[in-house]
């Protein structure tokens, strides 16, 4: 079956050119003249709304935080049509930017990176073993995690338990019924009391927190947050879905509102509010075409404070990642998608000549959890980039002294496989004016 698609977009605009975000069908020249930039928000998914809305005016709640002028959009579509939305580059930028310069580094594609992220071999280097066995695929709407040889690690006896992954996103329905049993609770807070009991700073975060609203409830209405919350850690429990690292824990943290729309400075106080509350890997389904200084330097703090950050690489066909993901060049890992056939996505953005930790996983018609005991497949980097980060709860089960660096390096070393073609390293300039709507 393949599923309806909506096309979830980050828009930016730079401080000092602020441009208003209209109706898709009401983009035109003005937009590009007015420079603004398309961002991703890495998942094509089911919806019923065709909207855009602005939330570039929302405030920082986090005073050592500079403020951002940079939204997320939504820009749903009601097709099953992956359509390409590369706003990443234009022709001033061309003969500037390296990343348009094949790389000859050994092993490493400007197309897929690293490769398909094998989580048996790496486990297996985590524990010093040559390599796991093979086992029988589980087959069917589980093939994600065939082709990152999860239940090769399963027979180990490696799940991800002990393992906190925070998903920043639309919010978590930490009722689904298989997800209740693997959600993270801060055990510092007493339920409904009014009262920062544990002194974090938020009140009743007992589920996480919401930066969006600046409130406690990280409820997912969306579906966004929850479908990639199941395939890290969708219960081993006979019925749905199994996720990748499937006793791991999620901790909601609500980055995005429940049209897929926020800020830079809510996800950066996203990701310190999980470092400093115990996540060990954090996932950022998400990302944007230009830098933040504050989501940088927050993805920096949480590889300083040993988490890993693993980070979509958008879908907009590009050569390179979009951000935060091209910050894995020294931080963190990138994310492409591949199909079942281990082909990159036609919409998944390549790896770039600048060398990143960029690998690739199952990202094209992914089953998984959705709000109010549902389940549908959903298509992006959005849904490859849970696969690594339940791989990447898959090496911390297995060795909980693991670091960031040495988490990125041996999933470079361990990674291999999928569609490796060297593809052209210049942006298609017709698809980025059709996703303007010109119809040129």
Known sequence: MQANFNDSNLFSQTENNVAPITHVNGLNDDLIGNNSNFFNHSSFESSTTDNLIDNSVEQSLTPNLNSSDISVTNNIQLNSQVISQDNDFNTASINQDTDFYASDSEGYST?????????????????????????????????????????????????????????????????????????????????????????????????????????????????????????????????????????????????????????????????????????????????????????????????????????????????????????????????????????????????GAQELTYVTAPGVDIYSTLPDNRYDSYSGTSMATPHVAGVVALMLSANPDLDNNEIRQILEETSGGGDDEEKPLFPDFGDIFNVLNLNL
């Open 111 to 351: 197309n897929n990176g690293y490769g398909l992220v094998d989580a048996a071999e790496a486990v297996a280097k985590v524990t010093v073993e040559d390599s796991f066995d093979e086992v029988p695929d589980t087959g069917g709407k589980d093939w994600g995690a065939d082709a990152v040889n999860a239940p090769e690690v399963w027979e180990q006896g490696y799940t991800g338990e002990g393992v906190v992954v925070a998903v920043l996103d639309t919010g978590v329905d930490y009722n689904h019924d298989d997800l209740k049993n693997n959600i993270w609770t801060n055990q510092g807070e007493i339920v409904g009391n009014g009262i920062d009991d544990d002194g974090n700073g938020y009140i009743d975060d007992v589920y996480g927190w919401n930066f969006d609203g600046n409130y406690k409830n990280t409820m997912d209405v969306s579906g966004h947050g929850t479908h990639v919350s199941g395939t890290i850690a969708g219960e081993d429990n006979g019925f749905g879905v199994t996720g990748i690292a499937y006793d791991s824990q999620i901790m909601p943290v609500k980055v995005l509102d429940d049209n897929g729309s926020g800020t830079n400075t809510a996800v950066a106080e996203g990701i310190y509010y999980a470092v400093n509350n115990g996540a060990d890997v954090i996932n950022l389904s998400l990302g944007g075409s230009l830098p933040s200084s504050e989501v940088s330097e927050a993805v920096k703090y949480a590889s300083n404070q040993g988490v890993t950050v693993v980070m979509a690489a958008g879908n907009s066909g590009g050569q390179t990642p979009l951000y935060p993901a091209r910050y894995a060049n020294q931080y963190g890992i990138a994310v492409g998608a591949i199909d079942e056939n281990e082909n990159m996505a036609s919409f998944s953005n390549r790896a």
